[in-house]
Structures are given as C-alpha cells and as structure tokens.
C-alpha cells in the first residue's frame, strides 16, 4: 500500500512511518517541522517527504497514487490550545477538514486520524468506553471532538471509511520531555539516568493509562486495514485498558536504574489535572483487533533505561 501519513516527522507518526515502511508499505509523509524533526525519520527508498503545510496541499503535489491517510498532524498541546485558541483551530481541526478534502480529490476511501482522551474531560466513571459522556475541558479536546464529527459527516457524504482513534497517554523514545502527555516518562528516565532527584506534582497516586509508541503504530496500521463498511466512522480508545500510579512508575522504573538513589521531592499538584484516566479498550480489540502489550513491560523500561 502506498500511505500519506500527516505530521509523520513527530513522535508517534515516525513510529509509524518506521512500521508501514518495515512491512513493506510506501509511505509519503507531509510535515511542515513546527514541532517534528526530518532526523525523526528513516532513510529509506520507499519513503517521500515533503515539507509543507497539510493545509496548505493540494491534489497536484501527490503524483503517485495514495491508497489511504493516516492524519496525525497537529499542535500535541492543551496549553498552546488556550494560549493561542485560533491557531490550535487551524492545525487540529481546520487541518483535519483539509485532509478530509484531499481523501475526495485524490478518491481515497480509508482515513484514520488522531483523536484523542481529551474529548472526555473529566471522567465520571472508569474505565472510560467510547460511550462515556464527551465533555471536553480545553480547546484542544473540543477541536478533536468536532474533527471526530466532521469525519463522521464527511464519511457519509463521500463514502469514506474513517477510523479515530482516542489515543490515551502515549510515551516512549523521541517523545518532547515537554510533552504534557507522557513527558513525565521521559522526564524520570532522563533523571534516572543522571542520578538526579525527581519532582512529582501532588501526591503520586494520580494514576493514567500509558500506552508505549510501538503500540500505538500497530493501532493504526491494523486501522488502516480492517474491513470497514464505506460511509462509517469508527471512533476507538486507544491504551492499554490499564491505569498506573506515578508512584508505581518510578518503583518500576527503578529495577532498571539500580544506581539511582537520589531523592523523590514532592510539590503541590498542578491545576486542572484530572485524577485518574483509565481506558476501555472492548471495542479496540474487538473491532480491530488490537491488543497491546501491557502497561511498562520489562522490555519498555530497558529501552528507556538505553
Ligand atoms: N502524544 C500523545 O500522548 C497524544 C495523545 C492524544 C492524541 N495525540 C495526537 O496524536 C498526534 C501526534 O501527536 P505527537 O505526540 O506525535 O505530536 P508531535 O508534535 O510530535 O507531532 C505532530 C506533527 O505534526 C506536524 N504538524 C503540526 N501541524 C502541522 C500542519 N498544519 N501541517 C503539517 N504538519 C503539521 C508537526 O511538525 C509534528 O511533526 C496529534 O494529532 C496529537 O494531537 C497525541
């Protein structure tokens, strides 16, 4: 297959890019580098990259033809989203109707994109199915909200088959160590590594679902593949099904450090965050049958330990 994959110069989309091309797809990836970095991505014959804004492509830029997109281009922020509210707009969800357009011009008939937990707000009871109340708190979870509606629109309308994909908190290699999502992951192996001491924000029981990159690459690969009836949207959580603790995080992640001793210092819990995420992954791992590895295996912790 050859595959479009949007911001695929970012974190979780060169993962990705890594496994269409290791599978044996070819992939063109679109980035305008705001935040993705071109030494993200492999060298590879069966790889095209252009530099560009997806809002700003048109039909004629792609040549060759484009069996299905896989949308990840975004700004990856709730702050930046409140901080700058129109441009947030333009990127998340402005964006996602631009690449809606593309699927027509170019007669494309599988879309997967990136939505996200953050269409939930705050929980009200966990785990949190697809069902759960959408009350999203930012305007970064409300522009991936109203991206999940305009491809179930358009999906009608064009007889697309889409498939969103609520991602939980995502972590693993070349993840920002400001990432509001995971950061935390990065931030205590980098610590762990330097013998530093760690900062946790409030007590450590909050607890997330954290689901590994790799994972998440196989969620949308198997998405782009599954038999989808046109005309559908499919809308799936994307985690592990299990939630951890900071607290469990660094007694995990400390069997792989045993050098490090230093001390954990505790500071007052930041505003807005919720308590706990969790996701219910029944319909992940019925409809498309994904199944993840579970929440930091061994094998994770050594690769963020190397
Ligand atoms: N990281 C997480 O835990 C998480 C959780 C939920 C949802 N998501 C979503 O997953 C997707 C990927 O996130 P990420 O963590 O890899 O972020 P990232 O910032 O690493 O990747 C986003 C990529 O999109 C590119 N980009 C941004 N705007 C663009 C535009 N207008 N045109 C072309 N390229 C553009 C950036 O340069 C970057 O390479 C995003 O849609 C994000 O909202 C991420």
Known sequence: MHILVTGGAGFIGSHLTEQ?????????????????????????SNLKFIQKDILACKAEDFTEKIDAIAHLAAIASVN??????????????????????LCEALNISRLVFTSSAAVYGNPSQLPISEEHPTAPISPYGLQKLVSEQYASLFSQKLGLSSVGLRLFNVF???????????????????????????????????????????????????????????????????????????????????????????????????????????????????????????????????????
Request: proline share 7%.
């Open 20 to 44: 269409l091309l290791d599978t044996g797809n070819r992939v063109t990836v679109v980035d305008n580098l705001s935040s993705g970095k071109l030494s993200n991505l492999p060298e590879h």
């Open 80 to 101: 930046f989203s409140w901080v700058q509210p129109l441009e947030a707009h333009h990127n998340n969800l402005s964006a996602t109707l631009a690449v809606i357009q």
């Open 172 to 306: 693993g290699p070349r993840q920002a160590p400001d990432s509001e999502y995971s950061g935390v992951i990065s931030i205590f192996s980098n610590a762990m590594k330097q013998g530093k001491p760690i900062t946790i924000y409030g007590d450590g029981k909050q607890t997330r679902d954290f689901i590994y990159v790799k994972d998440v690459a196989i969620a949308f690969t198997k998405a782009l593949l599954a038999p989808l009836e046109a005309g559908s949207c499919l809308i799936c959580n994307i985690g592990t099904g299990k939630r951890i603790s900071l607290l469990e995080i660094v007694d995990i992640m400390k069997a792989s450090f045993p050098q490090w001793n230093a001390p954990i210092n505790f500071a007052p819990p930041r505003l807005a965050d919720i308590r706990h995420s969790q996701a219910d992954i029944l319909k992940a791992s019925s409809v498309l049958d994904f199944m993840p590895d579970g929440v930091m295996n061994p094998e994770i912790v050594q690769i963020l330990a190397g």
